[in-house]
């Protein structure tokens, strides 16, 4: 697909990639006269009462008018260019989209619009991107993770105080932040009272957050904010509004990692450097194999030395389908997650292989299951569990940058321990190296076949008996009967006459040490679910 198209769009996507990108379940195409292939630059909302300022590509939100007052701006919309039209009854304006030769897509009547852009915005980040000298779809796609994780409403700005991308609103705006996203600038009589305030002044030192207090005089609401840096340069600068509602605990924290990943993409942009996401992608090539670590180490710009790998899987119900928007959400949990690293550690990398995302921290000589680590990744991991429901678990290993492989599979193997114990979301190999080890000899048995415990199991299910469970507590727990008894709450009795019974059944010598570890063993393994026996 070229960049520029025959009508001199520069297109960050199109519009059936975006619909895809977000499963079809949040719009329904009415009619598209020319085809889904049109390019898609931005999501805007539009009040068809003014005069919106709508661009070739833009996918317009129609909000505060149905049904027939809506078409002037269907007309509107199609003599600028848009890409799209998107109401919440679309039926009676078919034929002005027709006319008009825009697409005309639908939601959910009940939905709210600031969920639309919100979602769209995310689909268009998470469409398969087309390159641009400028694109800026990492910038929308952090802007609208910013405002997720403070609550307020987030604006990114280069150096001149143009907008460089903004989140849906979060709460109310005061007039300062309409004025900026409509204009594409701070109005300057704003922009001369921030100087006054010493604001700017305070935005030139490195990951230091600013606190703009409210000045209800003004229409100005409280606000944070923070200056992007990179290379001793100051970029640009990121504001989050505060609405109705105070920001969130630990907003500042945020905005620092937000900035250094924000500087990221502005220099990608500006200077055509590595982006975020290909950095991403190498170091998804390290973790797998496909490229030697030394190398994406080199190519990352990496430090030698000791690092920490944090591997969080992120899906609902390992084992299972993915439900609708399952991709998209982990797309926002990766970003969540890129986030926390780089307030952590400036030169974090993160990358997402599978249902997993790996944080990679270089230059920590930390021990695992230090707090510090711990700390990190339990509140990370609760931050995306807040935001995005996954049941997120995460494992801390130790890291060679020359042998991201090796950490890879070790942090994989404390995950596949972590997945069965709902109690320990974050672990470390040491903390779970006994499991780890037997989950290895439940593999190395698992082709192994005991005639007497296939009888037993065939025995169970024609009865709906419960012997080979019994059985198997008993081993667990060395025989003591009482603590059996606890587990499945029936008399002590009833564990020894289903024991005895099993033995029988299963032709077991109970009193034969090694039959015992080869039952055990065994019967663990036959326990195992999916999610548990198998690779991600």
Same mark, same amino acid.
């Given at each position: 697909?070229?960049?520029?198209?025959?009508?001199?769009?520069?297109?960050?996507?199109?519009?059936?990639?975006?619909?895809?990108?977000?499963?079809?379940?949040?719009?329904?195409?009415?009619?598209?006269?020319?085809?889904?292939?049109?390019?898609?630059?931005?999501?805007?909302?539009?009040?068809?009462?003014?005069?919106?300022?709508?661009?070739?590509?833009?996918?317009?939100?129609?909000?505060?008018?149905?049904?027939?007052?809506?078409?002037?701006?269907?007309?509107?919309?199609?003599?600028?260019?848009?890409?799209?039209?998107?109401?919440?009854?679309?039926?009676?304006?078919?034929?002005?989209?027709?006319?008009?030769?825009?697409?005309?897509?639908?939601?959910?009547?009940?939905?709210?619009?600031?969920?639309?852009?919100?979602?769209?915005?995310?689909?268009?980040?998470?469409?398969?991107?087309?390159?641009?000298?400028?694109?800026?779809?990492?910038?929308?796609?952090?802007?609208?993770?910013?405002?997720?994780?403070?609550?307020?409403?987030?604006?990114?700005?280069?150096?001149?105080?143009?907008?460089?991308?903004?989140?849906?609103?979060?709460?109310?705006?005061?007039?300062?932040?309409?004025?900026?996203?409509?204009?594409?600038?701070?109005?300057e009589s704003y922009l001369a009272l921030l100087r006054e305030w010493g604001v700017y002044d305070e935005l030139r030192r490195p990951d230091h957050v600013v606190t703009v207090p409210d000045h209800p005089e003004l229409g100005i609401r409280r606000r944070l904010a923070i200056g992007l840096h990179a290379g001793g340069r100051q970029l640009g600068s990121l504001w989050v509004q505060e609405g109705g509602r105070a920001l969130a605990e630990g907003a500042a924290e945020v905005l620092v990692g937000a900035a250094r990943l924000a500087a990221q993409d502005v220099v990608a942009q500006a200077h055509?450097?590595?982006?975020?996401?290909?950095?991403?992608?190498?170091?998804?090539?390290?973790?797998?194999? &496909?490229?030697? +670590?030394?190398? /994406?180490? *080199?190519?990352?710009?990496?430090? =030698?030395?000791? #690092? %920490?790998?944090? !591997?969080?899987?992120?899906?609902?119900?390992?084992?299972?389908?993915?439900?609708?928007?399952?991709?998209?959400?982990?797309?926002?949990?990766?970003?969540?997650?890129?986030?926390?690293?780089?307030?952590?550690?400036?030169?974090?990398?993160?990358?997402?292989?599978?249902?997993?995302?790996?944080?990679?921290?270089?230059?920590?000589?930390?021990?695992?299951?230090?707090?510090?680590?711990?700390?990190?990744?339990?509140?990370?991991?609760?931050?995306?569990? &807040?935001?995005? +429901?996954?049941? /997120?678990? *995460?494992?801390?290993?130790?890291? =060679?940058?020359? #042998? %991201?492989?090796? !950490?890879?599979?070790?942090?994989?193997?404390?995950?596949?321990?972590?997945?069965?114990?709902?109690?320990?979301?974050?672990?470390?190999?040491?903390?779970?190296?006994?499991?780890?080890?037997?989950?290895?000899?439940?593999?190395?048995?698992?082709?192994?076949?005991?005639?007497?415990?296939?009888?037993?199991?065939?025995?169970?299910?024609?009865?709906?008996?419960?012997?080979?469970?019994?059985?198997?507590?008993?081993?667990?727990?060395?025989?003591?009967?009482?603590?059996?008894?606890?587990?499945?709450?029936?008399?002590?009795?009833?564990?020894?006459?289903?024991?005895?019974?099993? !033995?029988?059944?299963?032709?077991?010598?109970?009193?034969?040490?090694?039959?015992?570890?080869?039952?055990?063993?065994?019967?663990?393994?036959?326990?195992?679910?999916?999610?548990?026996?198998?690779?991600?």
């Open positions: 697909m070229d960049n520029v198209r025959a009508d001199g769009l520069e297109q960050r996507t199109t519009l059936r990639e975006m619909v895809t990108a977000l499963g079809g379940h949040l719009v329904d195409v009415v009619i598209a006269p020319k085809g889904l292939a049109v390019g898609v630059r931005d999501v805007v909302v539009a009040d068809p009462y003014d005069d919106p300022a709508l661009r070739p590509g833009d996918v317009v939100l129609v909000v505060g008018a149905r049904g027939a007052d809506a078409r002037p701006l269907v007309a509107q919309a199609g003599s600028r260019g848009a890409a799209a039209v998107v109401v919440k009854s679309g039926v009676i304006l078919k034929e002005a989209a027709r006319d008009a030769g825009v697409a005309l897509l639908t939601v959910d009547a009940d939905a709210r619009w600031d969920q639309v852009q919100t979602l769209l915005r995310s689909g268009l980040a998470t469409a398969e991107p087309v390159a641009l000298p400028n694109e800026t779809g990492d910038l929308f796609a952090l802007a609208q993770t910013i405002a997720t994780l403070t609550g307020g409403s987030v604006s990114i700005e280069d150096v001149g105080s143009r907008v460089l991308a903004y989140s849906a609103v979060a709460g109310e705006v005061d007039d300062l932040r309409l004025r900026s996203i409509l204009g594409r600038r701070g109005p055509g450097a590595t982006s975020r996401g290909s950095r991403s992608r190498l170091l998804a090539d390290g973790l797998t194999g &496909r490229v030697p +670590g030394g190398l /994406v180490a *080199a190519d990352l710009g990496l430090p =030698a030395g000791p #690092a %920490l790998l944090v !591997a969080c899987d992120i899906r609902d119900q390992p084992g299972d389908g993915e439900p609708a928007g399952a991709a998209l959400r982990r797309a926002r949990a990766a970003e969540i997650i890129a986030v926390h690293a780089a307030a952590f550690r400036r030169s974090a990398v993160t990358a997402q292989v599978g249902p997993r995302v790996y944080a990679l921290l270089p230059g920590l000589d930390v021990d695992p299951a230090g707090p510090q680590a711990q700390t990190w990744a339990a509140e990370t991991t609760e931050a995306v569990r &807040r935001e995005s +429901g996954f049941p /997120v678990r *995460a494992a801390i290993v130790t890291a =060679a940058t020359e #042998a %991201l492989e090796q !950490a890879r599979s070790e942090a994989d193997q404390v995950l596949r321990v972590l997945l069965r114990s709902p109690a320990r979301p974050v672990g470390t190999m040491a903390q779970v190296r006994a499991a780890v080890l037997l989950e290895e000899a439940l593999d190395a048995t698992a082709g192994l076949r005991h005639p007497g415990l296939d009888a037993l199991a065939a025995h169970d299910a024609a009865h709906h008996g419960e012997l080979g469970a019994t059985l198997s507590s008993y081993l667990d727990a060395f025989g003591d009967v009482t603590v059996v008894a606890a587990q499945l709450h029936v008399h002590p009795n009833t564990v020894r006459h289903r024991v005895r019974r099993a !033995a029988e059944i299963a032709g077991l010598e109970l009193g034969d040490p090694e039959q015992r570890l080869l039952a055990a063993l065994l019967l663990r393994g036959a326990r195992r679910g999916p999610a548990e026996s198998g690779r991600p």
